[in-house]
């Protein structure tokens, strides 16, 4: 088997603008290391983990909570953590004010930490894929939440749920920082 990078191995689902990423199914466990990847024996880190939150502005802190709990005491997590908090509280922020679905739709966060590089995913049941608006003004509210999840992450994309209806906005985090 050919040695593939972190990166490559985190890629999204089939049909994703990233495609490649074998690992998108919400709740799976942490699969080993491949061959041919370096992991130290002694880094040992948490199980993914994930959870389901209410279509609401209060689930943005929720979800930084969830995160700080994940990462608290996972070895080299620090380094993850403030650029994790900032790239989820903007993912999550997406879901909540831009996805169309019908009332009562609830959204999924999950996380998995491996070989140093923290995945966070969020779902949502919207089918709308999101877009990077460039021309955001000094003046505006909104509008460069993506930019900086473009700006932080290592990588980033969104991909169909393989579940069904909705999508997976994922990016990953690492030691590196983000791509610009």
Not at 23 to 30: F, Y
Not at 100 to 124: K, Q, S, T, Y
Not at 126 to 137: D, L, Q, T, Y
Not at 142 to 170: D, H, T
Request: glycine share 10%; proline share 9%.
């Amino acid at each position: 088997m050919q040695h593939r990078s972190v990166i490559e191995r985190f890629r999204s689902a089939p049909g994703d603008v990233h495609s490649g990423h074998p690992w998108s199914v919400l709740g799976r466990r942490q699969q080993p290391p491949r061959k041919g990847l370096h992991v130290p024996a002694t880094l040992e880190t948490p199980p993914a983990h994930t959870r389901w939150l209410p279509r609401h502005r209060k689930s943005v802190g929720l979800a930084r909570d969830t995160l700080r709990r994940y990462l608290d005491g996972a070895p080299h997590s620090e380094h993850l953590l403030d650029v994790g908090e900032l790239v989820l509280s903007e993912l999550v922020s997406n879901a909540v004010v831009h996805a169309r679905v019908p009332p009562g739709r609830r959204i999924a966060v999950h996380f998995e930490l491996v070989c140093g590089h923290l995945r966070i995913e969020v779902h949502d049941a919207s089918s709308e894929k999101p877009v990077i608006r460039r021309a955001a003004g000094p003046d505006d509210l909104s509008g460069r939440g993506l930019c900086l999840v473009e700006a932080l992450s290592v990588e980033w994309g969104c991909a169909p749920r393989p579940e069904g209806i909705g999508k997976i906005v994922w990016a990953l985090v690492g030691p590196e920082g983000g791509t610009r």
